[in-house]
């Protein structure tokens, strides 16, 4: 029943290879870090074509803790709103890393659903500098966007994007979605 239930949500899920600054959406997730005012990765790529507004409005939050979601405008990107979300350092796997990635899906994704966003693109959220295993943090990713897509009909959550920046990131997240749907 529930295998029927998830095959039924293949559409609403859409992996792609890309820049996410790119994603013509109503919010793209930036794995920032809990300053919340700019870094390297896909943190920088969003700040640099947002541009320095972008970086105005989070001087006003005051900062995030990890696995917290705030919202900003999007400014000069073409999605419309970026949840800044700070995913977890990983170390070893032994200190709460998997809890505290699953809030960063988890609270973006309710930081959507309370504004109206009903279409969101997700980067790889802390598998860059903050060196969490892709295969294992791609399948918190889905399971947490699946969980909320299981909840949510698409008139509250139209579409979630995963957009993979590389092809090691790229082939897990096919992989992951060709387990679950195909
Ligand atoms: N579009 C989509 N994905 C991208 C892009 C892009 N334009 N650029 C990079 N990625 P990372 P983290 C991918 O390091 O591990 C920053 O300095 C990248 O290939 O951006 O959460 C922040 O300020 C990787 O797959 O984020 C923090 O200090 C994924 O995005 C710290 O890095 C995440 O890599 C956060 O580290």
Known sequence: ???????????RIEVIKGDITEMNVDAIVNAANKSLLGGGGVDGAIHRVAGPELLEETKTLGGAETGEAKL??????????????????????????EELLRQCYDHSL????????KTIAFPSIS?????????????????SVLDALLQHDASEL???????????????YQKLYDLYFA
């Open 1 to 11: 029943m529930e295998t029927i239930d998830i095959r039924e949500q293949a559409e």
């Open 72 to 97: 900003t405008k999007g400014y000069n990107l073409p999605a419309a709103y970026v949840i800044h979300t700070v995913g977890p350092v990983y170390q070893d796997g032994q200190h709460n890393e």
């Open 110 to 117: 309710e930081t959507a659903l309370a504004n109206n966003i």
């Open 127 to 143: 598998t860059g500098a903050y060196r969490y295993p892709v295969e294992e943090a791609a399948k918190i990713a889905f399971d």
């Open 158 to 172: 139209e579409k979630v994007y995963f957009v993979a920046f590389d092809d090691e990131t790229y082939h897990y």
